[in-house]
């Protein structure tokens, strides 16, 4: 009976960390929130389908290796842990991102929005993963060694598989950001690669002893920090966008300057949209429509400024700038 509460335990445990991550990060995304069903989907194919498809894949290229070149146990679990499972994995992971990029890639509109989504496919494969050697860990060596593994895949590397997918997610968003330069066309191979990579090292780091997962773990936070310091900067370049280009927006008469101060300040917009929920439903509907129609536009204008001046964003900007003068009369302004 304790052996299936603390199986259990550790299960919910790796869903409920991978979900408090999610959380944070979705929280941490200030100026325009991505879909809900779209991050719930890069979830989804990181715990079902990239897990699952890794799994098959993986044992399919071991099996093949195995027959082709004949070595001892040890070798070919080296092989698998440190070579086969980052580039399997890794690739399976990608491919959420590759499919959102190709159907919606205009829901990414900067660097944050590329990490976002890859976090949250890492996320769902992490939680998958923890979950299973959990589990393995329980059957096979019992409750007090199950209990230090989990111990350690959800304190110290409850993150690493949405730090390492993050770096596909980032070069995908550099080419999408500055697909007019050429340098930008290499950026998705260097993130995947640089995702393998550091995958690779951590994998190797945790096969050769204590000193070496000390570097591996370091190894890790140390990239978690990078990626970090890359997402505040876009953050604050984000608010830069809404600035300058909302800026515009009041010159030219579209909106007034207390929506523009509204747009600026998450804390405004939050006391705009109580003040709108007391006139009723639609206002409240109206206010939050507006704000973040505003934020695309100024994103959309960020676009244009970068030279991607194709009739796709002009018309766009321009559907944006028709809807907000629909809702303008309608929203609060704080």
Excluded at 301 to 318: E, K, N
């Amino acid at each position: 009976m304790l052996v299936f509460g603390v199986g259990w335990l550790g299960v919910v445990a790796s869903f409920v960390l991978a979900w408090a991550y999610a959380a944070l990060l979705y929280w941490a995304d200030r100026h325009e929130k991505e879909p809900k069903g779209l991050l719930l989907g890069m979830f989804l194919w990181g715990a079902l389908v990239a897990t699952l498809g890794s799994a098959l894949f993986s044992s399919a290229i071991d099996a093949g290796l195995s027959g082709l070149w004949p070595t001892d146990a040890a070798t070919r679990a080296w092989v698998d842990t440190t070579v086969i499972a980052p580039l399997v994995e890794e690739s399976f992971k990608a491919a959420a991102l590759v499919l959102l990029f190709w159907f919606a890639a205009h829901e990414v509109d900067s660097l944050f929005d590329g990490v976002i989504y890859a976090a949250l496919v890492g996320l769902g494969f992490e939680a998958v993963e923890n979950a299973l050697y959990f589990v393995a860990t329980l059957v096979e060596g019992g409750v007090g060694q199950s209990l230090l593994v989990g111990a350690l895949r959800l304190g110290l590397f409850g993150f690493t598989h949405a730090f390492y997918t993050s770096l596909t997610g980032l070069g995908l968003a550099v080419w999408r950001l500055y697909s007019r330069r050429w340098w930008a066309w290499l950026a998705p191979l260097a993130g995947w690669a640089a995702a393998v990579l550091a995958h690779a090292l951590h994998n190797a780091s945790m096969n050769l002893g204590a000193p070496a997962c000390v570097v591996g773990i370091g190894s890790d936070w140390l990239g978690l920090a990078a990626v970090a310091g890359i997402l505040l900067w876009a953050l604050r370049r984000e608010a830069r966008w809404l600035r300058e280009h909302l800026r515009a927006e009041v010159e030219a008469g579209r909106i007034t300057p207390a929506q523009y101060r509204t747009a600026l300040s998450l804390a405004r917009r939050a006391r705009a949209l109580r003040q709108a929920r007391k006139k009723g439903a639609r206002y409240a509907q109206a206010t939050r429509e507006f704000y973040r129609l505003l934020t695309d536009l100024a994103f959309v204008l960020a676009h244009i400024g970068r030279g991607h001046r194709d009739a796709h964003f002009r018309q766009r900007a321009q559907e944006l700038r028709a809807a907000i003068a629909r809702l303008a009369p309608h929203a609060d302004a704080a």
